[in-house]
């Protein structure tokens, strides 16, 4: 595999990676986005619990790279209790385009908009969010961004609101792949502050971890998920 790590995070990184979804949408989402993933469903569901704990009727969810929108978007949208109004956000045209296609009928009910841009040129005011999650897609920022988008996340995030996200178990800095998926146009960057640095990461930006699983993933690379909730006024 044509895979090397080292230590400069490689020029032009966020258009290279936005064109290579481009390329590879279609084949990334026949191998990944699988409607049965088990991984996804089961903290997603885990998320929704917390969120439940939280009563709001109506919820409103931020979507960190949610490629094509299955089957991640969809099961926030599925949620009846409480409802989710999702607003996702991906780099990837051809990833909105297929997301666009599936998800429509949720665009209609103006209970999904999408924000195309790189997740690090987002800007919400304070306390916009129920919860944030990023499925597969925070591990693509250099480490040092993973670091700033969580606290970033943080200010987003409504008192008791939940960030569901999951980074490398592995900690290392810039891992480049020039074909993945064995993909001619497959170029692609991941790094990663391992199990413990994620887990330090988020501790750090505020939130407090309901929980911290290490799943080994249908790819090769085995994740810590993690849950983490922003305490409630006066609650640190
Ligand atoms: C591995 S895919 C995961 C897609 C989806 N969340 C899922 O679970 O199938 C990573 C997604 O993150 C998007 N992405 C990667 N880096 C990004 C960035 N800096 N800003 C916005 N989107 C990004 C990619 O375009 C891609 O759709």
Not at 24 to 33: C, D, H, R, S
Not at 101 to 112: D, F, M, N, W
Not at 132 to 147: K, N, W
Request: hydrophobic letters at 40%; glycine letters at 8%.
């Amino acid at each position: 595999m044509a895979s090397t790590q080292g230590p400069e995070v490689p020029a032009n990184l966020k258009a290279r990676l936005e064109a290579t979804y481009d390329a590879i949408a279609v084949t990334y989402n026949k191998v990944f986005a699988d409607e049965n993933d088990p991984f996804r469903g089961k903290y997603t569901s885990q998320m929704l619990h917390f969120l439940q704990q939280n009563a709001p009727e109506k919820a409103s969810v931020l979507e960190l790279g949610c490629g094509a929108g299955v089957p991640g978007t969809r099961m926030l949208l599925e949620s009846k209790s409480p409802e989710i109004h999702v607003i996702g956000n991906d780099f990837s045209s051809g990833q909105i385009d297929l997301a666009h296609q599936r998800l429509g009928k949720y665009e209609e009910a103006g209970r999904l908009e999408f924000k195309k841009g790189d997740m690090m040129s987002l800007e919400f005011p304070r306390e916009s969010f129920d919860a944030a999650v990023g499925f597969y897609s925070i591990i693509h920022l250099p480490r040092d961004e993973q670091t700033e988008l969580v606290n970033r996340v943080v200010k987003w995030l409504k008192p008791g609101g939940l960030l569901l996200a999951n980074f490398d178990q592995k900690e290392f800095n810039n891992k480049v792949n020039s074909k993945w998926l064995d993909h001619e146009k497959g170029w692609a960057y991941w790094s990663g502050w391992g199990e413990e640095g994620s887990a330090k990461m988020v501790e750090e930006a505020g939130l407090n971890i309901l929980v911290k699983e290490v799943s080994r993933c249908e790819t090769d690379a085995t994740f810590v998920w993690i849950i983490a909730r922003k305490p409630w006024m006066g609650d640190r």
